[in-house]
C-alpha cells in the first residue's frame, strides 16, 4: 500500500525533525529562562538590550559546558557577542600563557635595551 509507504518515510522525517527541534528548543529555553532570570545586561561591558538588540545577547555557560544547564541559572552569564568572543579569546590566551609563563624567560629582558637604543639613535640624528 503506497500510504504504508509514506507513512514509514514520514516518521522517519518526523523523528529528524523532532530531534532538531529539540536541540533548538533546548537551546531555545535555556536562554529564554537566562533572559528573564538576569537583567538584560552585558555582564562584561554593561551594555543594555532590547528589541531587536536582544538578539546580540547570549547565553555563557560559566563552566563552558553547553550541557550543564541547571534551572537555578548558576551557570549562565549573559554576555553580548563581542564579550562573548572575547571571554572565550581570553581565555584560550591565558591558558597559553600558564603552559608557556614557567619555562621560557619574561620578554622583558631583551625588550629593555632596544627602545633607548631607538631614542638615542633617533636624538643623535636630529641634533
Ligand atoms: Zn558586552
Ligand atoms: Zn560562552
Redesign the pocket.
Known amino acids: 500500500m503506497p500510504a504504508n509507504n509514506r507513512k514509514d518515510s514520514d516518521r522517519l522525517s518526523q523523528v529528524v525533525a523532532d530531534a532538531r527541534r529539540h536541540m533548538k528548543e533546548r537551546e531555545k529555553t535555556y536562554r529564554e529562562k537566562a533572559l528573564k532570570m538576569y537583567p538584560h545586561v552585558c555582564g562584561r561591558c554593561g551594555r543594555e538590550f532590547s528589541g531587536k538588540g536582544l538578539r546580540e545577547l547570549t547565553v ?2 560559566r563552566d ?1 559546558n553547553h550541557d550543564n544547564n541547571p534551572p537555578d541559572g548558576s551557570n549562565w552569564e549573559l ?1 553580548c557577542i563581542y564579550c ?1 568572543d572575547n ?2 579569546g581570553r581565555l584560550e590566551v591565558a591558558e597559553a600563557y600558564d603552559g608557556q609563563s614557567s619555562s621560557t624567560a619574561p620578554p622583558d629582558s631583551d625588550f629593555s635595551h632596544k627602545p633607548f637604543a631607538a631614542l638615542e639613535a633617533l636624538l643623535k640624528g636630529k641634533k
Open positions: 555563557h555557560h563552558h554576555l562573548h571571554e572565550h
